[in-house]
């Protein structure tokens, strides 16, 4: 049996967390979605997670604020954000603490998976 | 007789004389020569002439003259000297005085000192001149009309600047004068207050000599007699204008400032904007892309794909009622008044604002009063009122670090059927040095601020004939709130009972303000 990779997706938008693990699937991956970077830290998928794809703007935990604490506690899972805000200051950033890219949304197939891709790499 | 007639005649209060019929002078009285200081001798013959002004002697002599010839009396008015040298004025009356047969025989006069009559009647002249002049000095224009409302005077102002007749204005002709297109309607006004005898206050246009037309406001008023009869109408027209350009110039501003508002509002909220339909769009792209990989796979996925429809439809409709909002908030026409729930259009706002509140990080919490009544307003303008004071309450917290970013929105009945909205943040308060200026246009202390959102708010606001006001916190932070009566003044239900007794006014003339 093949062992499917484990992507996990953190974003406190319900359509995405519907959406986003589907679509995922059909390229072949394993997915669990959180509501929040707390959610994400307390369950038992952080260690088997080969690629998070990470909202930035989130209540209490942001995104940025998870990277820095994995980053803390040494977990080098590779990031993936997406962000609905355009700022062209965040992107270069995000990307200088070590994440592997920032998507806008909406964004396409061929850009998440190319994204992916390149993460899982990296791991 | 217990007296003689000379004794009457000396003893009466007048200088009595007499001539012979060519006008020789042979008789005065005691008075006659004690108001000259002559002897008998020098009043005699034509000596008497020496009394009379050198300037009113011709006069004299040529109406003696003519009496002469045609056997008439004459009346004429003289000085004459008194015997301390000064002259005072009489009116000498001089009768022929015949004999049987008809023929004159002879002239008596009498000459009575008209002196102080004379002085009250230039008096009254000099006082005539004096109230002329205050007419023609006052800054507007005077006119009258007589009880049945016939114009009869205009100051000589009014006559200048139409450059028309007062025989052009008498009666109603003074009509001509105003706008053709107003005419008829300030005739029937003015006819109406006439026959109620009421006062008239009305704002029009009258023509000046050279064509322009400017804009009047005219009050006239009745003037009654002591039974309460109205005697005359007195009337006032003021140039108002240069204050009427004013006002539109200011009126013009102030909306130039609102759209400059909508601009400034729209770019703080693009962010948002962006990210409402930037959600929903994302959703969509996704699942489209799910739902055809589900189908077009060896063993296709209908129930997956289904699903994946289903929620791009769900999605599509997110986004189309976000820009739904949008265009209810940017594209209405302005001034529409209508019935507005408060705490529905405050909650479409935070709606809006939703996802920026949540970027800030900002602890939100809602105080609706459950039985708020509508207020009559203007939708639009109270959402973008609200809108700005929201978005000036986040940013004022968007530096805080060591303390709870907190947003508290309330809205509260207050006495005198008033509500009142409120937003409390615990930003960075009020600078005390700025609390006067903060309404002022172009004011801000936000480095990318245009500072025009509150003074245009607090123009909105005071055109609902409400109050927006700044307070600061007990704790960190500040207040913004305003209060709006439920209806605007002059909508209140039910006739007022004293309107009959205030000046019938119409304004129907210039164009309606209630924006």
Redesign the interface.
């Known amino acids: 049996m093949v062992v499917r990779k484990l992507v996990s997706i953190v974003d406190d938008?319900e359509?995405?967390r519907?959406?986003?693990p589907?679509?995922l699937r059909?390229f072949g991956f394993d997915v669990q979605a959180f509501s929040s970077a707390e959610e994400f830290l307390l369950s038992d998928h952080v260690g088997q997670t080969r690629c998070l794809i990470l909202d930035i703007?989130?209540?209490g935990m942001?995104g940025p604020d998870l990277q820095r604490e994995l980053k803390r506690k040494r977990w080098a899972i590779p990031i993936v954000f997406?962000t609905?805000?355009?700022?062209d200051r965040v992107r270069p950033q995000l990307i200088e603490q070590g994440a592997v890219d920032c998507l806008?949304?909406?964004?396409?197939?061929t850009a998440l998976l190319t994204a992916v891709n390149a993460a899982l790499s990296q791991s | 007789m217990k007296y003689a007639l000379s004794h009457v005649i000396d003893t009466l209060d007048g200088l009595v004389w007499a001539a012979s019929a060519d006008g020789l002078v042979d008789f005065v009285n005691r008075r006659w020569l004690e108001y000259t200081g002559f002897g008998i001798e020098q009043a005699r013959g034509q000596g008497w002439q020496k009394a009379i002004h050198e300037e009113d002697l011709p006069a004299l002599l040529a109406d003696g003259a003519a009496s002469r010839s045609s056997s008439e009396p004459h009346d004429t008015e003289v000085r004459m000297r008194r015997f301390d040298g000064e002259y005072r004025w009489f009116l000498i009356r001089a009768l022929p005085m015949t004999d049987a047969a008809g023929e004159v025989v002879g002239w008596c006069g009498l000459n009575i000192d008209i002196e102080d009559r004379r002085r009250a009647e230039q008096g009254l002249r000099e006082r005539e001149r004096e109230l002329g002049e205050l007419l023609d000095r006052i800054p507007g224009f005077v006119a009258t009309a007589d009880a049945q409302g016939r114009h009869d005077f205009s100051s000589k102002r009014t006559l200048a600047y139409t450059r028309r007749t007062l025989e052009q204005n008498r009666g109603l002709g003074f009509i001509g004068s105003l706008r053709p297109e107003e005419q008829e309607q300030v005739k029937q006004l003015w006819l109406r207050c006439v026959a109620h005898g009421e006062a008239m206050d009305v704002v029009h246009q009258m023509r000046r000599y050279d064509g322009v037309y400017r804009w009047f406001h005219t009050r006239v008023e009745p003037f009654r007699d002591e039974s309460g009869q109205i005697v005359r109408w007195y009337g006032l027209l003021t140039d108002i204008d240069d204050q009427r350009k004013a006002e539109d110039a200011l009126h013009q501003r102030e909306q130039e400032l609102s759209a400059a508002m909508q601009v400034a509002t729209l770019a703080q909220l693009s962010?948002s904007i962006?990210?409402e339909i930037?959600?929903?769009?994302?959703?969509?792209?996704?699942?489209a892309?799910?739902g055809l990989?589900?189908l077009s796979g060896e063993s296709p996925n209908v129930e997956?794909a289904l699903?994946?429809a289903r929620?791009t439809i769900?999605?599509a409709h997110?986004a189309a009622e976000v820009i739904a909002r949008l265009r209810a908030l940017f594209a209405q026409k302005n001034g529409a008044t209508e019935a507005v729930d408060l705490n529905e259009a405050i909650r479409e706002v935070i709606t809006l604002l939703r996802?920026q509140i949540?970027?800030g990080?900002v602890n939100l919490r809602t105080e609706f009063h459950d039985d708020l009544p509508t207020v009559v307003g203007d939708r639009i303008q109270l959402q973008q009122v609200i809108l700005n004071l929201l978005v000036n309450a986040i940013e004022a917290m968007s530096e805080i670090d060591d303390r709870p970013r907190q947003l508290l929105v309330r809205t509260e009945r207050e006495n005198g059927d008033r509500v009142r909205f409120s937003v409390q943040d615990s930003g960075f308060g009020l600078p005390a040095d700025a609390v006067d200026r903060f309404f002022e246009a172009f004011y801000t202390t936000k480095p990318g601020g245009m500072g025009i959102g509150l003074s245009v708010s607090r123009s909105i606001i005071e055109r609902h004939h409400g109050k927006l006001w700044a307070s600061a916190n007990d704790g960190p932070g500040a207040q913004f709130s305003f209060s709006i009566p439920i209806s605007p003044p002059g909508m209140a239900s039910g006739p007022d009972p004293d309107t009959e007794t205030t000046p019938a006014t119409t304004d129907a003339v210039r164009p309606s303000r209630n924006s």
């Open positions: 938008d359509s995405v519907e959406s986003l589907d679509l059909e703007a989130m209540p942001t997406i609905a805000n355009r700022d806008l949304k909406p964004f396409t197939e | 962010a962006a990210h930037s959600q929903p769009l994302s959703g969509i792209l996704t699942n892309s799910t990989r589900m997956g699903e994946t929620r769900r999605d997110r996802s949540q970027a990080s």
